[in-house]
């Protein structure tokens, strides 16, 4: 069975400061991976996907099968960085795409 | 992208009744995903909810405490029956349109006193 694992409950760092959002996953098949972000009062929403290799909003993922890794990096957070971030790992059963969340990581940017 | 809505937004229900959540969607999807949303826990799929058919539960969800519709391409309801203090919660519904990319609703919180 797939599983998508988010270590740490909550990130807190200050603004300008590098950030790393761990996800691990284990998925017997070819993952396809996801990031997604909830801003206070809005809707959980899509970040990034693996397979696209955008960086968007200045955060990056890259998927490492060897470590079975898609952590969600970026050099210097903001402020409006703050937000929680969900991993997911989406694997094809009967032609649709089920996904697998990670539980979330609550990212706090000081200023 | 899509736009989905879900109705009600919010809810406060007594224990031992049961609560229908719709979620309405601007375009045909074929599968349509319910999930629950606990504080501090991960986002946990319920099931999966395609049109013409069954709806698939996952391990620990059964139809007879969430039974689940899909009468149209456009539509699905989630209700959650017979409800307790442990469902309080918020209930997303989201759509695949792009490949395993999923488009949430705003969601519905429940809380069951």
């Known amino acids: 069975a797939q599983r998508v694992t988010q270590p740490e409950k909550l990130l807190s760092v200050f603004k300008g400061a590098p950030v790393e959002l761990k996800c691990n996953y284990s998925?017997?098949?070819?993952?396809?991976l996801f990031w997604y972000v909830q801003y206070s009062r809005q809707r959980l929403q899509l970040l990034l996907r693996?397979?696209s290799r955008e960086s968007i909003k200045g955060f990056t993922a890259d998927l490492n099968k060897g470590e079975t890794s898609f952590h969600l990096k970026k050099p210097f957070a903001q402020e409006e960085d703050s937000a929680m971030y969900y991993c997911?790992?989406?694997?094809?059963?009967?032609?649709?795409?089920?996904?697998?969340f990670g539980r979330g990581t609550s990212l706090i940017v000081h200023p | 992208s899509a736009v989905i809505s879900q109705k009600p937004s919010r809810d406060i229900c007594q224990r031992g009744t049961s609560l229908t959540i719709q979620c309405q969607v601007d375009?045909?999807?074929?599968?349509m995903f319910w999930y629950r949303q606990q504080p501090g826990q991960s986002l946990t799929l319920i099931a999966t909810?395609?049109?013409?058919?069954?709806?698939?539960?996952e391990s620990g969800f059964v139809i007879d405490k969430f039974p689940i519709s899909r009468p149209n391409l456009t539509f699905s309801t989630l209700t959650v029956s017979n409800m307790s203090p442990e469902d309080s919660s918020i209930y997303l519904c989201?759509?695949?349109?792009?490949?395993?990319?999923?488009?949430f609703g705003p969601g519905t919180r429940l809380t069951v006193t």
């Open positions: 989201s759509v695949d349109l792009a490949q395993g990319e999923q488009y």
């Open positions: 909810a395609n049109q013409g058919s069954e709806a698939t539960y």
């Open positions: 998925y017997s098949g070819s993952p396809e």
């Open positions: 693996h397979i």
């Open positions: 375009s045909q999807v074929t599968m």
């Open positions: 997911a790992l989406e694997h094809a059963s009967g032609g649709s795409y089920i996904p697998t």
